[in-house]
């Protein structure tokens, strides 16, 4: 299937620095509750993410991520996920997060 242009350029695909991360026990698969900062244009926003296999809370803080911005928050349990932080999956499916290969600044939109 392709889709135009135009509608993938509705999706806000942005930078950010994770600022907190902690377990998230409540969750159906193992994953972190993750606080991510975009900057002053966004903000911190908060994510839930099945990252669990390679990365720990310690290693996460003060990272990059990639992150679609503007989804719909999405109720995970308890908890309300804002963004959808991004990975690929490698071949025993684990998680590998996407990240810029140096330092942008928080809020960079991905073109």
Request: aromatic share 8%; charged share 20%; net charge neutral.
């Amino acid at each position: 299937m392709t889709i135009a242009f135009g509608d993938f350029a509705k999706v806000e695909i942005h930078a950010g620095t994770i600022v907190a991360a902690e377990s998230f026990p409540a969750a159906r698969k193992p994953a972190f509750k993750l606080t991510i900062d975009f900057g002053p244009g966004i903000g911190t926003r908060r994510s839930s993410a099945q990252i669990t296999a390679l990365y720990t809370p310690e290693k996460l803080v003060g990272r990059q991520v990639i992150a679609v911005t503007n989804f719909a928050p999405r109720q995970i349990g308890p908890f309300m996920s804002e963004v959808l932080v991004l990975g690929l999956s490698d071949s025993d499916g684990r998680i590998t997060l996407l990240a810029p290969d140096h330092p942008v600044p928080d809020g960079a939109r991905m073109h």
